[in-house]
């Protein structure tokens, strides 16, 4: 098993920055992938950005590009993701997810574990 915990959401306004956190623990070592996904209220689920643990791939969502900044510390087992320039259209609760396969992954189904969310707000 794997445990996921985000950290790091909050309120803003639009313009600023929030850097979110996500620990894992357990048996990391079955997993290739970090993903972060976001869900909006009455929205799918939807991809925001994945790393891999043992290379510099990594992808984007075209509407975050430019602004996110996904990057990983293997020595403290922890993905983060910078958000800049943050827009009200990016409000969701963010996710973190871990893939144990590895090649890359956009949809959550292809995502086993998953961390409880952090709430991320943008006011206009």
């Known amino acids: 098993q794997v445990q996921l915990v985000e950290s790091g959401g909050g309120l803003v306004q639009a313009g600023d920055s929030l850097r979110l956190s996500c620990a894992a623990s357990g048996r990391t070592f079955d997993t290739y992938l970090m993903g972060w996904f976001r869900q909006a209220p009455g929205k799918e689920r939807e991809f925001v950005a994945a790393?891999?643990?043992?290379?510099?791939?990594?992808y984007y969502a075209d509407s975050v590009k430019g602004r996110f900044t996904i990057s990983r510390d293997n020595a403290k087992s922890t993905v983060y993701l910078q958000m800049n320039s943050l827009k009200p259209e990016d409000t969701a609760v963010y996710y973190c997810a871990a893939r144990t396969i590895d090649t890359l992954a956009t949809t959550s189904s292809g995502y086993r574990y998953w961390g409880q969310g952090t709430q991320v707000t943008v006011s206009s």
């Open positions: 790393i891999r643990w043992s290379t510099i791939r990594i």
